[in-house]
């Protein structure tokens, strides 16, 4: 089974900025597939935030963060980040990476659909 680890959640001021990291090891090269980043927050659903497309780079984003989150991948370093500028409250959540070999406009956002690994998450908290 493939271990993803996601890093860099923390605790931002309103207006602040992170940078979440999702890597593996072992082997699985992250740039053959779509990789998700999903978030949970206290007492709600798991949502899709954002995705990139392995075969064709192409990348999704929930309407809540569009203009504020920016997904990327480094196939160098087997990594995929996601930079969260201009964070809010209600982004407060843990947020997962999680991998799929193909998602469609329909379903990329759906956590269900998702049937390869997921990580542990990390804490990602607005606060002032």
């Known amino acids: 089974q493939v271990q993803l680890v996601e890093s860099g959640g923390g605790l931002v001021q309103p207006g602040g900025s992170l940078t979440l990291s999702c890597t593996t090891s072992g082997g699985f090269v992250l740039a053959y597939y779509v990789i998700a980043w999903f978030r949970r927050a206290p007492g709600k659903e798991r949502e899709g935030v954002s995705a990139i497309s392995g075969s064709d780079g192409k990348i999704y984003y929930a309407d809540s963060v569009k203009g504020r989150f920016t997904i990327s991948r480094d196939n160098f370093k087997n990594t995929v980040y996601l930079q969260m500028n201009n964070l809010k409250p209600e982004d407060t959540a843990i947020y997962y990476c999680?991998?799929?070999?193909?998602?469609?406009?329909?379903?990329?956002?759906?956590?269900?659909?998702?049937?390869?690994?997921w990580g542990q998450g990390t804490q990602v908290t607005v606060s002032s």
């Open positions: 999680a991998t799929e070999s193909y998602v469609t406009d329909s379903n990329w956002y759906k956590p269900e659909h998702y049937l390869g690994s």
